[in-house]
């Protein structure tokens, strides 16, 4: 479906026969980027294009000034700083895969973001963050599910420690399947992870997992009936009969695993949030247990290095964003101030 989108836009977006060339080999190479990239990119194309469409501009190619005309359109109508960045370099991607020179080049675009940016902050826009799933949250949750009669609990119980435990992202633990669970020579589970966001290489990434988790996963496979089923998901859907289904052509999509979180939140005696977080984290979500993870590592005085390995972070700053107030009374200057003469 994406790539029928893809090729009709491709015939609206330009009447340049090399151009419109480019642009379906583009379409044709997709696999090169991620899904979520790739929706994100025809998402982006849908919008400028309309917007283009609707003030007499040309979308591909765009001027600079088209270009700055837009990005204040976006800031406008409400768009994050971070959303408009997104837009920004998107567009870039389009042109340099039609051959033609990104308008993002252009001071005029340069100073434009740097303006988004500015107003942004001074605005008093912050970066949205998932609420933290820690450790504490995941063992008050084992005490309350890990003897449950209902097959759905026992899953997601399972899925809430390999989370936290891996710090791996929801659509890379939907892909895990039962044949990616083999054990180490002290009878821990060791997943295979084919590949990740940041990792995407023949020798895929090894996570190792603790013996409790290890534990209430191999639960989840007995009760399911899991372990004859190499090919079957790892985190499949459970009937409404108690029954696991096996069988499925697609993984558990991030709804249904966002809704995990929804119910572990509501199970753990929290209320709906009264002020949302950028009017989205009210409660867990699909990221929570990725960001409590890192920040209990570095509360416990994990190096940032280890940190990063462990949740396949390729940028210090990305991780940054979800430990900056962690250990924020320890900085220097108030350990300078409350030394004793």
């Not at 080999?25 to 696999?31: A, I, M, N, R, T």
């Not at 990119?41 to 007499?56: I, K, P």
């Not at 895990?176 to 020579?185: G, K, M």
């Not at 499925?248 to 991030?254: F, N």
């Amino acid at each position: 479906m994406g790539e029928i989108i893809a090729n009709g836009m491709v015939s609206a977006l330009t009447a340049d026969e090399d151009i419109a060339a480019r642009l379906k080999e583009f379409v044709q190479d997709k696999d090169a980027f991620s899904s979520n990239t790739w929706r994100q990119l025809l998402s982006v194309m849908r919008v400028c294009y309309r917007w283009a469409r609707e003030n007499a501009r040309t979308f591909l190619p765009m001027t600079d000034a088209d270009l700055r005309d837009y990005l204040n359109f976006l800031q406008l109508t409400g768009r994050a700083s971070s959303t408009i960045a997104t837009h920004a370099s998107l567009i870039s991607m389009l042109h340099r895969n039609a051959g033609l020179t990104p308008p993002n080049t252009s001071p005029i675009v340069f100073r434009t973001i740097k303006k988004i940016n500015r107003v942004a902050v001074v605005g008093g826009e912050r970066t949205g963050q998932a609420i933290p799933f820690r450790l504490a949250d995941l063992m008050k949750l084992d005490s309350l599910w890990f003897n449950s009669s209902l097959l759905r609990e026992k899953r997601n119980l399972a899925f809430l420690h390999v989370a936290y435990n891996t710090l791996l992202r929801v659509s890379e633990l939907s892909r895990l399947r039962v044949r990616d669970v083999t054990f180490a020579d002290d009878g821990r589970i060791i997943l295979d992870v084919a590949w990740t966001k940041t990792i995407v290489q023949t020798g895929g990434l090894i996570k190792a997992l603790s013996n409790l988790s290890t534990q209430r996963l191999m639960e989840w496979i007995a009760a399911a009936g899991l372990a004859a089923e190499p090919d079957a998901f790892l985190f499949c859907p459970v009937h409404r009969s108690n029954k696991a289904v096996m069988i499925a052509e697609r993984p558990l999509s991030t709804p249904s695993f966002e809704t995990i979180f929804a119910h572990a939140w509501r199970t753990s005696g929290h209320s709906k949030s009264a002020k949302l977080n950028k009017n989205r984290y009210g409660g867990w979500s699909g990221h929570s247990a990725r960001v409590g993870a890192a920040q209990d590592m570095a509360k416990q005085g994990y190096a940032v290095a280890q940190i990063m390995q462990e949740g396949t972070w390729k940028k210090p700053e990305t991780l940054m964003r979800y430990i900056r107030n962690v250990d924020a009374h320890q900085g220097a200057m108030v350990d300078l101030m409350e030394k004793k003469p």
